[in-house]
């Protein structure tokens, strides 16, 4: 099936410091979606992204759509401690099965203070 | 508004034994799914609905199954729990395809 590679897989940065991330994948998505997941919680959505070259900014994040609609960025700008969490990405293809969302496994983020 | 809630939020169970988790949502959406995330592995889609009355396998539906009797709740069942189905499940609905999903707060499965 889809695939997306998220990374990087954990980041261990100081407050204040900017954080980026991406996903990539090997087929073209339609909708990139980026959530952030509190330990013990589901996660929530942060940024959704619905056009080739889209740059959307939710406060302090920022998060592209790929010209090429193969990947996404997001980046978190001075990072805060309650930044920490697992950032998750998430693509639809309407073609593929009844639109369900793929999603990377996952950016854990750790902010010291 | 409760958006998605999901019972129990924790459970123990013996390998053998049955239970039900349930997810109800209060949005009106019509599509909803079962995903369970293991360390590393991301979210997997188990069961998905299109709508009340439909379901369909995602991408590891072995030894769960699951009902939608009514729109507003999507029950999954494990039928003869093993150690491998510890994890942690999340149930999530969206109004349509192509619109971001609503997670519930997810259900601690140990299985031992």
């Known amino acids: 099936g889809q695939q997306l590679n998220q990374s990087p897989q954990s980041m261990f940065i100081q407050e204040g410091e900017d954080v980026s991330m991406n996903c990539t994948s090997s087929?073209?998505?339609?909708?990139w979606l980026w959530y952030k997941q509190d330990p013990g919680e589901g996660p929530v959505l942060l940024i959704a992204?619905?056009?080739?070259?889209e740059l959307t900014s939710n406060g302090r994040l920022t998060a592209q759509f790929g010209i090429t609609r193969k990947d996404s960025f997001l980046n978190i700008s001075a990072s805060i401690p309650s930044d920490v969490g697992i950032y998750f990405c998430a693509g639809l293809n309407y073609g593929g099965s009844q639109g369900n969302l793929i999603f990377g496994k996952g950016t854990k983020l750790s902010v010291k203070p | 508004n409760a958006g998605v809630t999901q019972t129990p939020k924790f459970r123990v169970l013996k390998t053998g034994q049955s239970m039900t988790l349930l997810c109800a949502q209060d949005?009106?959406?019509?599509?909803m799914y079962w995903y369970r995330q293991d360390p590393g592995m991301g979210l997997r889609l188990i069961h998905y609905s299109v709508g009340e009355g439909t379901t369909a396998k995602g991408e590891v539906p072995d030894g769960y199954n699951v009902s939608r009797l009514k729109k507003q709740n999507f029950l999954l069942g494990l039928e003869s729990a093993a150690p491998s189905q510890t994890s942690v499940y999340f149930c999530?609905?969206?109004?349509?395809?192509?619109?971001?999903?609503?997670f519930g707060s997810g259900t601690r499965l140990t299985v031992v």
């Open positions: 992204l619905y056009k080739a070259g």
């Open positions: 999530a609905s969206t109004p349509r395809a192509g619109n971001g999903y609503t």
């Open positions: 087929s073209i998505f339609n909708t």
């Open positions: 949005m009106n959406h019509e599509y």
